[in-house]
């Protein structure tokens, strides 16, 4: 229960974060993307100030012997650059810059009742039945 509440908690705190920011505006992420045209440089300060709190917090949280809600630290240990990486990280970097947005402000968005974003969500989701089917005969994830 008490992990229930709490990622519900970071959750509704993350989405209201997106709100706030204006990660949710799609126009606003391609305004930022658009580096020859018109540019606007705001996501910056939302992504430092993320990045400020992350590395403050995370060397804080890191001293404790382990996590709050659960027995060990699940920290990834791999590093490896594979083929799934890369393409995976293509295509996402495609769809955020085509579609304005990435998935946690998808998902925020959706809340609005527009079809944009409902489109985006139907799509990502579609794009991942589509890799695990590809995935089943290529085997790109290890």
């Known amino acids: 229960m008490k992990k229930n509440i709490s990622s519900f908690a970071v959750g509704f705190l993350f989405a ?18 658009d ?3 018109t540019f606007n440089p705001s996501l ?15 060397r804080l949280i890191r001293k404790k012997d382990t996590p709050l809600l659960h027995t060990e630290w699940m920290v990834p ?15 996402f970097g495609f769809g955020w810059g ?3 947005y990435c998935p946690g402000p998808a998902l ?11 489109l985006f969500v139907i799509s990502m ?18």
């Open 16 to 33: 209201l974060g997106l709100g706030l920011s204006g990660m949710t505006q799609p126009q606003k992420v391609i305004g930022f993307l």
């Open 44 to 58: 910056l300060f939302v992504m430092i100030g993320a990045i400020l709190v992350h590395f403050i917090s995370y």
């Open 77 to 91: 240990t791999k590093k490896d650059i594979t083929p799934a990486l890369i393409i995976g990280s293509s295509i």
């Open 98 to 100: 085509l579609g304005g």
């Open 125 to 142: 989701i579609g794009g991942m039945l589509l890799f695990k089917w590809v995935d089943s005969f290529l085997k790109l994830k290890k």
């Open 108 to 118: 925020t968005s959706l809340a609005s009742f527009e079809v944009r974003p409902l």
């Open 35 to 37: 580096l020859f045209g």
